[in-house]
């Protein structure tokens, strides 16, 4: 083939098409769709990906590929395919679907270079940043103050250049290897030829008569005690030869994990499983809905499923919450499957995660465990897909290219035709509502194992506490549980929901409220610091000392942020240890595992956290939970507060009672009567189900209607305001009658970084409709959007995971 179509890596409309390169001789043999390349693009050059490749071109001029930068193509063909629907999907570049299924590391980063072209002197300001030199960082030029203007003058007359420079950060790690290059025989030869003196070359020589493998030369030296001065001549006479390997960097390799064996399933396991062994033997495409309590052995016959996958030859991917994704979830994959499993999750170096991804690449393995971006694993030969707490909304990305990884799932599973299995003890409505409808097929696990039943939940009202005159945090009830655990030793967990909560400081005299100038949000005081901070931009101040409206002295902070649940903790139950958990404290890699290392060990008495520690966690030692505040999800302004809270509870209570010794949950609560707080405490899907659905029926939203969120942005508030009107306006007439368009509405969070943001939620029923009107909007508004601090439209298909 004569040409390579290329996708090149700049995300706009203009080049959301493939563009053609001549494939010089040199690069004809490695040139094939999915590799990445380096090509010319106007003055510059650039990444790209090669899509397709093809005898004629209907471009006149065509340039050379200048580089090549894969020998396995980083993409597969189906992955190529892929990343076209995924574009159709999320209405983003097909260059920005690519980028997001490929590591961090092979994404390339540019360096702006300035290059004189010419010998004759440049404006004597830029000559002076110039300093003889033919070539220039851009960064020097920027920060040398020489106008702009002065540069385009120069770059208009063709003196002065830019040029991007790709930076690769791929780090492909190798060692050296030392391996003999002679036959035993010649090899034996050789010794007897060595005279006295060379005694360190016969030891090495010696050495490899018994071991024939490669070793690493640093193993080698090392083993025999001697130098490379002693190797250099074996190698110049040809006895043995030098060469690198490429050495995979694992996250794990300090760790033993003992091999574990399938269980014999129960019968309830046993009747689950039965569908989806069928379906992958048949290479049938199926979604299973996995419906199972927490504890009821689902994990396990995720495994035994995983197992026929690579019986068969084929291969797997698991998907995990990241924030599931805890030491002991990948020791139980480890443990059964050894080194055949790659695992990719964000507390990975960006290193270690392309050596894992590599793995896959080189099929060195047959499983991946990840979180959401290990649905786009390489693999070529997919016999199942599942994943596990389908519920979470990590599985949704929340920027540029927003993918449900259960769509993407379902999509390659169709292409692949292999089986996906969803998992949860409290499925998203939408899933259970396709299961009810039939388009899932429904397995239950409705028995927790060892005939441990869930822990009985006490529902606290703290009206009542307020009341009875306590004012602290703590209920008298979870206060006297906690005690008790305490003379037990046992432990407990508590739990603090972190949204909807924050630590804003307030005078107590006027009600003034410290907020972000550049934010339309209250700052967040961090007491080690003693400063205010805003957690959607980077500004940060001191913790005031007076107030700023009325200069008052009596400001303080409010709020239920962990810092403050620790303190109160510390005067209730002084003589309890406990270990807080949040963002604050886990922020260093490999913290995360230090301290629930530390709890399991029993160094501490309470684990008290955020979100992160509801999921995955399996201590038998831990016999209460405490949800100290029911209610702050909700409150949130969410469609989906009854359900997430629901799932929240369900969650938090399962990491009670897990082993022998039962376990109890203590929900405080200012809304007992609520619904998904009374049917949580009752572990009651079903009716909860029943309840919701009748909701959302009322209110038209999911899973009776599609929703669609267009959030508007820009610096003028009037013009954001003006543009979002529109919008809506078009969108009320052109919907056929099934339709709503509400708003617009200012965001939530009204004022960002300096931009104001307005948005209209658009419910409809017929899909195909809706986006091409969406699509329309966008184009309508193309150039707008181009401008430097523009304005800025983000379309959320499925918004509210
Ligand atoms: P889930 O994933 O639904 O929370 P798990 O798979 O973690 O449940 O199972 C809970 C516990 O029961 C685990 O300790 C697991 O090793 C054990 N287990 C699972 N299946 C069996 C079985 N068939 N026989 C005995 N123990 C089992
Ligand atoms: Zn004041
Ligand atoms: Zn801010």
């Given at each position: 083939m004569t040409f390579a179509r290329v996708i090149v890596d700049v995300p706009s409309k203009n080049t959301n098409r493939p563009f053609d390169y001549k494939i010089p001789e040199k690069f004809e043999s490695v040139v094939q769709p999915g590799v990445r390349v380096i090509v010319p693009f106007g003055p510059r050059k650039i990444m790209g990906y090669v899509v397709a490749l093809t005898n004629?071109?209907?471009?006149?001029k065509v340039k050379n590929l200048?580089?090549?930068?894969d020998v396995t193509p980083a993409l597969t063909e189906e992955l190529l395919h892929l990343g076209k629907w995924l574009s159709k999907q999320t209405l983003s570049y097909y260059v920005s679907c690519l980028q997001v299924m490929?590591?961090?590391?092979?994404k390339a980063k540019y360096r702006k270079e300035l290059w004189k072209l010419t010998e004759s002197p440049l404006d004597s300001e830029l000559d002076r940043v110039f300093?003889?030199?033919?070539?220039?960082d851009y960064e020097e030029f920027d920060a040398s103050g020489v106008s702009y203007h002065t540069l385009r003058k120069h770059i208009d007359d063709g003196e002065v250049d830019v040029h991007y420079e790709v930076k690769s950060r791929e780090t492909k790690r190798t060692t050296r290897m030392v391996q003999p290059a002679l036959d035993e025989m010649e090899l034996l030869g050789f010794l007897e030829d060595l005279?006295?003196?060379?005694k360190k070359q016969k030891a090495i020589v010696e050495y490899f008569t018994e071991h024939r493998e490669p070793i690493s030369k640093k193993q080698l030296l090392q083993t025999l005690s001697t130098t490379s001065a002693s190797l250099k001549p074996l190698i110049k006479d040809g006895v043995l030869k030098e060469f690198d390997q490429e050495v995979f960097r694992d996250p794990y390799q300090d760790r033993e994990f003992e091999r574990t064996t399938p269980f014999e399933l129960t019968e309830e396991q046993a009747e689950a499983i039965g569908p989806i062994l069928k379906t992958i033997d048949r290479e049938q495409h199926d979604t299973f809905l996995l419906h199972g309590?927490?504890?009821?052995?689902k994990t396990e016959v995720y495994l035994q499923s995983i197992q026929k996958v690579m019986d068969k030859g084929e291969e797997a991917i698991m998907l995990v919450p990241e924030i599931a994704l805890t030491p002991q979830m990948v020791e139980r994959f480890k443990g059964r499957f050894g080194s055949k499993v790659a695992v990719l999750h964000s507390a990975l170096s960006a290193g270690e995660k392309y050596d894992e991804w590599r793995k896959i690449q080189r099929k060195e393995v047959q499983v991946v465990v990840g979180a959401?971006?290990?649905?786009?694993?390489?693999?070529?030969?997919?016999?199942l897909i599942i994943i596990d707490?389908?519920?979470?909304?990590?599985?949704?990305?929340?920027?540029?290219?927003?993918?449900?990884a259960r769509d993407v799932a379902i999509e390659r599973a169709k292409r692949h035709h292999c089986p996906v299995v969803l998992g949860s003890a409290t499925p998203a409505l939408e899933s259970y509502a396709r299961a009810a409808k039939g388009n899932y097929q429904l397995l239950t696990l409705s028995k927790r194992m060892n005939d441990a039943t869930m822990p009985d939940v006490e529902i606290v009202d703290m009206r009542e506490e307020l009341h009875e005159g306590?004012?602290?945090?703590?209920?008298r009830m979870l206060k006297e549980k906690i005690e008790d655990r305490l003379t037990k030793g046992e432990q407990a967990v508590l739990f603090l929901n972190r949204r909807g909560y924050s630590t804003f400081v307030m005078c107590r005299d006027c009600g003034h409220v410290s907020e972000c100038p550049h934010c339309d949000i209250a700052l967040t005081f961090h007491k080690r610091q003693n400063r205010l901070k805003c957690h959607y931009c980077s500004h940060e101040e001191p913790m005031p000392?007076?107030?700023?409206?009325?200069?008052?002295?009596t400001i303080r902070y409010f709020g239920t942020g962990t810092q403050k649940v620790e303190e109160a903790l510390e005067q209730l139950i002084p003589e309890a240890r406990v270990l807080r958990m949040d963002v604050d404290t886990t922020r260093r890699k490999g913290s995360h595992e230090r301290l629930l290392t530390k709890f399991g060990n029993k160094e501490a008495d309470i684990l008290l956290g955020t979100q992160?520690?509801?999921?995955g966690l399996d201590f038998g030692n831990v016999t209460l939970v405490g949800v100290?505040?029911?209610?702050s999800l909700l409150n949130?302004?969410?469609?989906?507060a009854s359900e997430k809270t629901f799932q929240l509870l369900t969650q938090v209570s399962?990491?009670?009672?897990?082993?022998?010794k039962p376990g109890e949950v203590v929900v405080q609560t200012?809304?007992?009567?609520?619904y998904s707080v009374d049917l949580a405490s009752e572990y009651d899907f079903d009716r909860f189900f029943q309840e919701e659905m009748r909701i959302r029926k009322a209110f038209n939203y999911p899973p009776y209607y599609f929703l669609t969120l267009i959030t508007v942005s820009h610096p003028n508030q009037l013009k954001v305001q003006e543009v979002t009107t529109k919008i809506a306006q078009f969108m009320r007439q052109k919907l056929s009658d099934q339709s709503f368009v509400l708003g617009p509405t200012p965001s939530?969070?009204?004022?960002i970084n300096n931009r104001y943001r307005y948005q209209c939620m658009i419910k409809y029923k017929k899909e195909p409709e809706q986006r091409k009107l969406v699509e329309r909007i966008l184009h309508y508004y193309e150039d707008e959007m181009k401008q430097e601090n523009g304005l800025q439209i983000i379309v959320d298909f499925q918004p509210y995971q």
């Open positions: 004629e071109s209907d471009f006149d200048s580089e090549v930068l490929l590591p961090q590391v092979m300093d003889g030199r033919a070539v220039l005279s006295k003196q060379a309590v927490t504890g009821s052995g959401r971006s290990a649905i786009f694993a390489p693999f070529s030969n997919i016999g707490e389908e519920h979470e909304t990590s599985y949704k990305q929340e920027d540029r290219t927003r993918y449900h306590n004012r602290s945090m703590f209920s000392t007076e107030c700023p409206e009325c200069e008052s002295k992160m520690i509801a999921k100290l505040a029911a209610d949130l302004p969410d469609f989906r399962g990491r009670a009672g897990r082993h022998e200012y809304t007992p009567e609520h939530a969070l009204t004022r």
